[in-house]
């Protein structure tokens, strides 16, 4: 799912031609040719959630990176969290990750209404919270944006 979408984003500007020579410049002064000139022409693009990084950051690929790994260690698949010591255990039971990747791995090997459930809450809630924070990042973004050009 896409944050930004833009497809078919076309621009044309209206200039002046000006012509060589004295009479040529009086007379374009009188009556005036425009001629239109593409600036775009048919760009489509889409940003994911991860690429609004791009906003501050040219290169986004070390945060998804760092994402990738945090997902592999908290979230279980590298180990499953039970072995985890219990302060980090606790914390990456917590964490978005292990709603991501461990949890349904978990149900699907060992059904329990209770922690399906809440495994359910746990994901509506990350869903919730990370709208919540992206869409701030969103807004702080598009007022630091500058977009020079027509």
Same mark, same amino acid.
């Not at 410049?25 to 022409?41: D, G, M, N, Q």
């Not at 994911?48 to 945060?63: H, K, M, N, R, S």
């Not at 914390?91 to 060992?110: D, E, M």
């Given at each position: 799912?896409?944050?930004?979408?833009?497809?078919?984003?076309?621009k044309?500007?209206?200039?002046?031609?000006?012509?060589?020579?004295?009479?040529?410049?009086?007379?374009?002064?009188?009556?005036?040719?425009?001629?239109?000139?593409?600036?775009?022409?048919?760009?489509?693009?889409? #940003?994911?959630? =991860?690429? /609004? $990084? *791009?906003?501050?950051?040219?290169?986004? +690929? &070390?945060?998804?990176? !760092?994402?990738?790994? @945090?997902? #592999?260690?908290? =979230?279980? /698949? $590298? *180990?499953?969290?039970?072995?985890?010591? +219990? &302060?980090l255990?606790? !914390?990456?039971?917590? @964490?978005?990750?292990?709603?991501?990747?461990?949890?349904?791995?978990?149900?699907?090997?060992?059904?329990?209404?209770?922690?399906?459930?809440?495994? @359910?809450?746990?994901?509506?809630?990350?869903?919730?919270?990370?709208s919540?924070?992206?869409?701030?990042?969103?807004?702080?973004?598009?007022?630091?944006?500058?977009?020079?050009?027509?």
């Amino acid at each position: 799912m896409s944050i930004i979408e833009v497809a078919g984003l076309a621009k044309t500007f209206r200039s002046r031609e000006r012509a060589a020579g004295l009479t040529s410049s009086l007379r374009s002064f009188v009556a005036p040719r425009y001629r239109e000139r593409e600036a775009v022409r048919q760009i489509s693009f889409a #940003l994911d959630p =991860g690429e /609004v $990084l *791009a906003f501050w950051t040219e290169e986004t +690929q &070390p945060f998804v990176f !760092i994402f990738s790994r @945090l997902t #592999l260690v908290l =979230g279980g /698949v $590298l *180990a499953p969290l039970e072995i985890f010591p +219990q &302060p980090l255990r606790s !914390i990456a039971q917590a @964490l978005p990750f292990s709603a991501i990747l461990y949890g349904p791995a978990r149900t699907l090997i060992h059904f329990e209404l209770n922690s399906f459930v809440g495994l @359910l809450i746990q994901q509506a809630l990350t869903i919730v919270v990370g709208s919540v924070i992206l869409l701030v990042i969103y807004q702080v973004a598009i007022r630091r944006v500058n977009i020079n050009g027509g």
